[in-house]
């Protein structure tokens, strides 16, 4: 049954529904969970042992000592900040863990006084919910998206920590994921013939808190110089104009890229955050 003759179903049944009966179909429609197991898919369940896994293997914070830059940034942010990865930890979970008091979602601006301010939360990985809108909504119809979602022939995580390298490795191997998936232990700006022959390059807050500003600029023009396959797509978080306005750089977005219109609409997954979606921006190379 396609979509449409679903929706004619569904709307002759409740027409057929007796008045009296109406009002709590409705309701039991817009509030129960019977929907639910139809929006998680065996590949969901496999991305969540997965998190699961890596939870006991990393500390609370997801971050490693070896992640020197990063964790300077985040001590050198004016107001207090904490990494909290979104793949890793989801918003219930985070929830739990602030009940049980190993996490907290504010902090006091006044020690002992009851006046307190949001903590600010960041992380460096997409979470459930944005790898499904990417992978099932934004990118186009292409054989390279994510091993889960499509039948991609081969992709390419390209890491500088050693250690984060070391896990992805474990978890590829363990899932049997070794056949399309290869990790590549270096910097991105020693990647050109990578970069050059991508149908599809994500790139997911990659350089502000591991890079400094000079870095940070080199790699992006290195991006831009190999990132020129005509008709691939760029994925960015945050957007091109907003990374690169930070560097204040000169390169020319309207003669590399054209960005796309993306539809935040169509994600069905129960509690969306709306504005982390938004942050996901996709560009045809031009």
């Not at 008091?101 to 504010?106: A, D, P, T, V």
């Not at 690169?244 to 054209?258: A, C, F």
Request: charged residues 25%; aromatic residues 10%.
């Amino acid at each position: 049954m396609d979509l449409e003759a679903a929706r004619r179903a569904v709307l002759a049944a409740v027409r057929g529904t007796c008045a009296a009966d109406l009002p709590r179909l409705l309701h039991w429609m817009r509030n129960n969970s019977d929907f639910d197991e139809f929006m998680v898919s065996n590949n969901d369940v496999v991305l969540k042992n997965i998190a699961e896994e890596l939870r006991n293997c990393l500390p609370i914070e997801a971050m490693l000592s070896s992640e020197h830059q990063a964790i300077q940034k985040i001590h050198q942010n004016p107001l207090p900040m904490i990494h909290v990865d979104a793949f890793l930890y989801d918003d219930e979970f985070v929830d739990s863990l602030c009940e049980e008091g190993k996490m907290s979602r504010s902090y006091c601006t006044v020690c002992g006084s009851y006046k307190t301010a949001s903590l600010e939360f960041i992380s460096h990985s997409f979470s459930l919910m944005e790898l499904k809108f990417l992978y099932q909504h934004v990118l186009p119809d292409l054989t390279g998206k994510g091993y889960l979602y499509s039948s991609a022939s081969q992709l390419y995580g390209v890491e500088m920590n050693a250690d984060f390298c070391q896990l992805q490795e474990m978890m590829i191997a363990k899932y049997q994921f070794i056949d399309r998936i290869k990790v590549v232990h270096a910097d991105i700006c020693t990647q050109a013939s990578l970069l050059q022959k991508a149908d599809v390059v994500v790139m997911n807050n990659v350089f502000e808190y591991f890079l400094d500003r000079q870095e940070q600029a080199r790699a992006w023009e290195f991006i831009a110089c190999n990132v020129r396959k005509r008709g691939s797509f760029l994925v960015t978080v945050p957007s091109l104009k907003e990374s690169l306005s930070k560097l204040q750089m000169d390169i020319q977005l309207s003669q590399w890229v054209e960005e796309m219109q993306l539809n935040y609409d169509v994600c069905m997954e129960k509690d969306v955050d709306r504005d982390a979606l938004e942050q996901i921006h996709l560009y045809r190379i031009l």
